[in-house]
């Protein structure tokens, strides 16, 4: 066909070329698929867990550490992504978490994770919160790769761990009183005395009919309840740092009173008939409150850090003050409606949050304190990098108090004033302690506070330039000190 000898080689060696292509085109067409199915099969007999640690009893307000020792066998595996299945009176929940972790080849590597407290029940996807109780960790599994080949695996575990509520330390108080008797016939002192409570309780015999007078007084760092008993008859008046009497207790009873100051003076009022006696006793109960909240996100990270990190600032001052944590529960992003009006985006937000949740009537119940709906959630938490009509606020029952508070990243009020990175963590302070109910104070009226705000921008810029400016003070008034530790009572119980 081809007459010239330099053609006929040269088409015999294009023809050579074409079956070589072919022939490795069909081999990649048939091996490579048989390729991939053997690398995952090397996967799966590549990756062990020599060891699970937890630790077996958890107080409620700390992180629950799950330690891991992973073990591979394969040149390169990265870890990413684990499931943790947990077992609670019955019930098995389940939680997904990315994670992005480089194993070592025949090394066993020590992985340490925050076991989130943001669960789902399996068998019907609603949220469950990892709070007080038992539980069995049943299972993990875990997703991990080599180059572009990805598997899962999964390991039994079969380990228990309970969580606890922290405990109360009862500190004595007031332990060196003076003590005035009068007799109640004449009205004439009798004697003037020192007493020195013993243990947790002081008491009083009456050899006549007398008034008993005891005065003493403590240190109070932060705001605390102080719990007054009294075990006598007749009615015994408690006085406060010389106010009218701030507690009347009949009979056998006690009373939690929040007070704040450096230096708190008691002084206790009775009448004892003659054979009669008395116990008192002046508590401060310590116990750390813990309070677990959910996010609601809207593009928060676009200009800030991470809304845990500023939580972990925020915290500080209200463990400080109130020995109170706020301990992270869940996140989800919700897409902000196309208003500027805040109570309108936090309602939506609200709704998105119920409904990703499975949250009573597909919404955060809005109230005063925890609410039952809310599936063990004590508040809500909205943030976005909006600028909207106001930096924030909180919504609920003015006179009852909130459970809900957003945050954003600019103010239409401000004339679109953007928030500063650095002043976030002071708008979150800010509006958490509205839904504690302290009010909202203003310069020129009250001392600066991280709740005083700027009434004009020329208070605005005299605010800033003296450095007592609500965005970068911390400090509240110890009038909503003790506001805000009767208002936080209603997180402790269920208030419907």
């Known amino acids: 066909m081809f007459q010239s000898p330099v053609i006929r080689v040269l088409f015999a060696t294009i023809i050579s070329l074409l079956l070589i292509t072919v022939s490795w085109g069909a081999f990649i067409i048939i091996v490579s698929p048989q390729s991939s199915k053997t690398d995952i099969k090397l996967l799966d007999k590549s990756l062990f867990i020599r060891n699970t640690s937890i630790q077996n009893?958890?107080?409620?307000?700390?992180?629950?550490?799950?330690?891991?020792?992973?073990?591979?066998?394969?040149?390169?595996?990265?870890?990413?992504?684990?499931?943790?299945?947990?077992?609670?009176?019955?019930?098995?929940?389940?939680?997904n978490f990315s994670i992005n972790f480089h194993?070592?080849?025949?090394?066993?590597?020590?992985?340490?994770?925050?076991?989130?407290?943001?669960?789902?029940?399996?068998?019907?996807?609603?949220?469950?919160?990892?709070?007080?109780?038992?539980?069995?960790?049943?299972?993990?599994?875990?997703?991990y790769n080599s180059t572009s080949v990805y598997t899962s695996k999964a390991f039994l575990i079969g380990s228990s761990f309970n969580i606890i509520g922290e405990p109360i330390s009862q500190m004595q108080r007031g332990s060196l009183w003076t003590a005035e008797q009068i007799d109640l016939s004449t009205g004439k002192r009798i004697s003037n005395f020192f007493l020195t409570m013993k243990e947790s309780s002081i008491k009083i015999n009456a050899d006549?009919?007398?008034?008993?007078?005891?005065?003493?007084?403590?240190?109070?760092?932060?705001?605390?309840?102080?719990?007054?008993?009294?075990?006598?008859?007749?009615?015994?008046?408690?006085?406060?740092?010389?106010?009218?009497?701030?507690?009347?207790?009949?009979?056998?009873?006690?009373?939690?009173?929040?007070?704040?100051?450096?230096?708190?003076?008691?002084?206790?009022?009775?009448?004892?008939?003659?054979?009669?006696s008395l116990t008192i006793s002046i508590l401060v109960p310590k116990q750390l409150i813990v309070l677990y909240y959910g996010i609601a996100d809207d593009h928060w990270e676009t200009n800030f850090e991470n809304p845990l990190i500023t939580m972990n600032l925020v915290n500080k001052y209200f463990k400080e003050?109130?020995?109170?944590?706020?301990?992270?529960?869940?996140?989800?992003?919700?897409?902000?409606?196309?208003?500027?009006?805040?109570?309108?985006?936090?309602?939506?937000?609200?709704?998105?949050?119920?409904?990703?949740?499975?949250?009573?009537?597909?919404?955060?119940?809005?109230?005063?304190?925890?609410?039952?709906?809310?599936?063990?959630?004590?508040?809500?938490?909205?943030?976005?990098?909006?600028?909207?009509?106001?930096?924030?606020?909180?919504?609920?029952?003015?006179?009852?108090?909130?459970?809900?508070?957003?945050?954003?990243?600019?103010?239409?009020?401000?004339r679109g004033f953007r928030l500063a990175q650095d002043w976030a963590d002071n708008l979150f302070q800010h509006e958490i302690s509205h839904m504690f109910n302290a009010p909202d104070r203003y310069t020129g009226q009250d001392p600066p506070s991280i709740m005083t705000k700027s009434s004009t921008p020329e208070q605005v810029v005299s605010d800033i330039s003296a450095g007592t400016s609500w965005l970068q003070i911390n400090n509240w008034l110890p009038q909503d000190l003790v506001t805000m530790a009767n208002a936080i009572k209603e997180f402790q119980t269920y208030q419907n």
Not at 344 to 350: D, P, Q, R, V
Not at 369 to 391: A, C, E, P, Q, V
Request: no cysteine; proline share 2%; net charge positive.
């Open 57 to 95: 009893t958890q107080l409620e307000g700390n992180n629950i550490i799950l330690s891991l020792t992973l073990y591979s066998t394969y040149y390169s595996l990265s870890l990413r992504a684990i499931e943790l299945n947990l077992t609670k009176n019955g019930k098995s929940l389940v939680s």
């Open 103 to 143: 194993l070592q080849k025949d090394k066993n590597t020590t992985v340490q994770y925050n076991i989130p407290r943001g669960f789902s029940d399996a068998s019907n996807h609603k949220f469950m919160l990892i709070d007080k109780g038992n539980y069995t960790l049943n299972s993990i599994a875990l997703r």
């Open 208 to 276: 006549f009919n007398s008034t008993f007078i005891l005065r003493s007084q403590i240190n109070l760092t932060s705001v605390n309840f102080v719990k007054l008993s009294s075990s006598g008859k007749s009615p015994t008046n408690f006085f406060i740092n010389g106010s009218s009497a701030v507690v009347t207790l009949n009979s056998s009873s006690s009373a939690n009173v929040a007070q704040f100051s450096n230096t708190t003076k008691f002084e206790v009022v009775f009448n004892l008939e003659k054979g009669e």
């Open 321 to 414: 003050w109130f020995n109170i944590k706020f301990v992270f529960s869940i996140k989800i992003n919700f897409v902000s409606p196309s208003t500027t009006n805040l109570p309108t985006m936090m309602l939506s937000a609200a709704k998105q949050f119920g409904e990703a949740l499975g949250l009573m009537n597909n919404t955060w119940d809005i109230g005063p304190g925890k609410r039952k709906g809310n599936l063990g959630l004590d508040f809500l938490l909205i943030i976005s990098n909006k600028t909207m009509s106001n930096y924030g606020m909180v919504l609920g029952d003015r006179n009852a108090g909130y459970n809900m508070a957003s945050n954003v990243g600019g103010s239409l009020n401000a």
